[in-house]
Structure formats: structure tokens, C-alpha cells
């Protein structure tokens, strides 16, 4: 399996990656077309969720928080999940409760960011064969509560109450599937949410210092290397030179002594503070008002 952001193989947790549409890693949809010098130039997921010729209809990695978030305009539109269409989704979660009818088998499943129920037609053909203990009705995994399982399914709703109406679902058998499906799903909504996670090892990509960890990365990598400052104030700016060029011990410096040194009021060189470790580029020691700067 291959979590990275070119090629997106298919995994043993059946998600298929570009194979099945269940794979979203940047570059895994669609064929391929010859570019320049030869390479393969793949097209990418996310500009044919852009241009909406071919996102909605793609199987997305979701958690039930996203599910029950998504937006629907008006009754028959298509459903919504960061400002993209969808359709099919896929999802883990651990079976609170089975209830079977006599046309369907409805689960209740709950994967820590929410419930919802999970609803899979019965096929009548292997209702009357599942006394057969050769049948594909007999030999399938059971499904029991406080189990967990996947499900591939579409995303409805009836009377104002959502569901998943289940293609398939089956046991989850190793947990580790668990861990790989909610990063999957934390990718993909960064990925609509601000862009490829190429653009961020560009060169002067991140202007804010902003990266997919939440404001440290490449624009950190660049103060403590003596290159381009992340995005932050001036105050904060003169505080993190003070911390660079003034001589110290390994405590650091102390904020009174910081805006002693600098001629400003204390407040303002808190607040300067907080910038800075906000993107990693001091940290504090021996107590919360003494810094130091953080080398790399």
C-alpha cells in the first residue's frame, strides 16, 4: 500500500485506491495520458471534482461527523461535503445495533464522531439459499454488534432523517483499517479544504506559514534556517531577533526581560509571544513567560 501523494495503489482494506474509485490520494483518478518528454501525466482527482464532471460520482472516505454535516440545497439535490458533490461514500464504524426486517437489515453505526443508520436490502434469491451451507448467503462473514465493519454505500435521506443505503458491508478484520480509513478521510477534506499538499514543498508556497500542520512545516523550517519569515507581526518579528541575537542560557529569556530589552510594555510582547508559538518558532521552559528559541 502507498500513502503518498503520487501513485495510490490498492490496500488490503479494499478501498481500491485509483483501481476502484475509492482512492484520493493526489493523482489516483482516471487514466493515464502521455505529457512532455515522455512522463505519464495523470489527471487529478481534484480538478474533475472542480470542473464537476466526475467528483460526485467518485467513492469518497468520510467520517459519520462528515455525513451528518453535509449539506443538501433542496430536497432532490445531491448531497455536499466541502463544496463538493458526492454520492458514494465509504466508512468504518462499530455496529451498535442490528434490527432485521423482513425486505432489509438496518445497523446502527457509530465511529466516535457520530451515529447513523445503515440500511442493506435483503436479496431474495439468498434469503432462500441461506439454509444452504454452500451458498454465497451461508459463507458470508457475520456482522455482529460491537463489532466493527466498512461500508460502501449512498447517502439518502427520508422524512428529514438520513442514512446510508449499503451496496456493501462487511467486518472490519484488521483494526489497523480502522487508523488507515480516518486518515484517508482527514486527507481527502484537507485536500478540498486547502489544496494539494504539493503547493506546500514549493518554494515560498506558504506566505502564512500555514501548512497542513496547522501553522508550523515549511514556514518554520524556512524563520530557523534564517529564510522568509512566516506571515506574523512586526512586534512579533522584533521579539523572535531579540531571541536570536541576544546571548542567553538554556532557560532563555524572561518576557519582563525581553520588554525591558526592547522598550515595549509587556502586553505587547505577550501577545508577540503567542504569535511565535503559535507557529513553533520559540517554545516555552522553565515556565510559561520564559522562551527560548526553537533551533532546528
Given at each position: 500500500?502507498?500513502?503518498?501523494?503520487?501513485?495510490?495503489?490498492?490496500?488490503?482494506?479494499?478501498?481500491?485506491?485509483?483501481?476502484?474509485?475509492?482512492?484520493?490520494?493526489g493523482?489516483?483518478?482516471?487514466?493515464?495520458?502521455?505529457?512532455?518528454?515522455?512522463?505519464?501525466?495523470?489527471?487529478?482527482?481534484?480538478?474533475?471534482?472542480v470542473?464537476?464532471?466526475?467528483?460526485?460520482?467518485?467513492?469518497?472516505?468520510?467520517?459519520?461527523?462528515?455525513?451528518?454535516?453535509?449539506?443538501?440545497?433542496?430536497?432532490?439535490?445531491?448531497?455536499?461535503?466541502?463544496?463538493?458533490?458526492?454520492?458514494?461514500?465509504?466508512?468504518?464504524?462499530?455496529?451498535r445495533?442490528?434490527?432485521?426486517?423482513?425486505?432489509?437489515?438496518?445497523?446502527?453505526?457509530?465511529?466516535?464522531?457520530?451515529t447513523?443508520?445503515?440500511?442493506?436490502?435483503?436479496?431474495?434469491?439468498?434469503?432462500?439459499?441461506?439454509?444452504?451451507?454452500?451458498?454465497?448467503?451461508?459463507?458470508?462473514?457475520?456482522?455482529?454488534?460491537?463489532?466493527?465493519?466498512?461500508?460502501?454505500?449512498?447517502?439518502k435521506?427520508?422524512n428529514?432523517?438520513?442514512?446510508?443505503?449499503?451496496?456493501?458491508?462487511?467486518?472490519?478484520?484488521?483494526?489497523?483499517?480502522?487508523?488507515?480509513?480516518?486518515?484517508?478521510?482527514?486527507?481527502?477534506?484537507?485536500?478540498?479544504?486547502?489544496?494539494?499538499v504539493?503547493?506546500?514543498?514549493?518554494?515560498?508556497?506558504?506566505?502564512?506559514?500555514e501548512?497542513?500542520?496547522?501553522?508550523?512545516?515549511?514556514?518554520?523550517?524556512?524563520?530557523?534556517?534564517?529564510?522568509?519569515m512566516?506571515?506574523?507581526?512586526?512586534?512579533?518579528?522584533?521579539?523572535?531577533?531579540?531571541?536570536?541575537?541576544?546571548?542567553?542560557?538554556?532557560?532563555?529569556?524572561?518576557?519582563?526581560?525581553i520588554?525591558?530589552?526592547?522598550?515595549?510594555n509587556?502586553?505587547?510582547?505577550?501577545?508577540?509571544?503567542?504569535?511565535?508559538?503559535?507557529?513553533?518558532?520559540?517554545?516555552?521552559?522553565?515556565?510559561?513567560?520564559?522562551?527560548?528559541?526553537?533551533?532546528?
Amino acid at each position: 500500500m502507498d500513502y503518498g501523494g503520487g501513485q495510490y495503489s490498492t490496500t488490503v482494506y479494499g478501498a481500491q485506491g485509483g483501481a476502484g474509485g475509492g482512492g484520493f490520494m493526489g493523482g489516483s483518478q482516471g487514466g493515464s495520458q502521455p505529457g512532455a518528454a515522455g512522463k505519464v501525466k495523470k489527471p487529478r482527482f481534484y480538478d474533475f471534482c472542480v470542473k464537476g464532471t466526475y467528483g460526485k460520482d467518485t467513492l469518497r472516505p468520510v467520517s459519520i461527523l462528515q455525513i451528518l454535516n453535509a449539506s443538501q440545497p433542496h430536497p432532490d439535490a445531491d448531497f455536499s461535503i466541502d463544496d463538493v458533490e458526492i454520492t458514494q461514500v465509504t466508512f468504518v464504524g462499530q455496529i451498535r445495533n442490528v434490527s432485521t426486517q423482513a425486505t432489509n437489515i438496518t445497523y446502527k453505526l457509530d465511529d466516535g464522531t457520530g451515529t447513523v443508520e445503515v440500511k442493506q436490502w435483503i436479496d431474495t434469491d439468498e434469503s432462500t439459499s441461506i439454509d444452504d451451507p454452500t451458498s454465497a448467503a451461508a459463507t458470508k462473514p457475520k456482522l455482529l454488534e460491537n463489532e466493527w465493519a466498512r461500508v460502501w454505500g449512498k447517502l439518502k435521506a427520508f422524512n428529514n432523517r438520513r442514512h446510508v443505503g449499503a451496496h456493501v458491508i462487511r467486518p472490519v478484520t484488521d483494526k489497523m483499517e480502522i487508523t488507515y480509513h480516518l486518515l484517508e478521510a482527514t486527507y481527502v477534506h484537507l485536500y478540498f479544504t486547502r489544496g494539494p499538499v504539493e503547493q506546500f514543498s514549493k518554494p515560498g508556497a506558504v506566505e502564512g506559514g500555514e501548512s497542513y500542520g496547522g501553522g508550523g512545516g515549511y514556514g518554520q523550517e524556512q524563520a530557523a534556517e534564517g529564510g522568509k519569515m512566516p506571515n506574523v507581526s512586526p512586534t512579533a518579528r522584533r521579539v523572535h531577533q531579540m531571541l536570536k541575537s541576544n546571548p542567553q542560557s538554556n532557560e532563555g529569556l524572561h518576557v519582563h526581560n525581553i520588554a525591558a530589552s526592547l522598550g515595549m510594555n509587556v502586553n505587547e510582547v505577550m501577545k508577540a509571544g503567542n504569535e511565535l508559538l503559535e507557529h513553533s518558532l520559540i517554545f516555552t521552559t522553565v515556565d510559561d513567560l520564559t522562551w527560548a528559541l526553537l533551533e532546528y
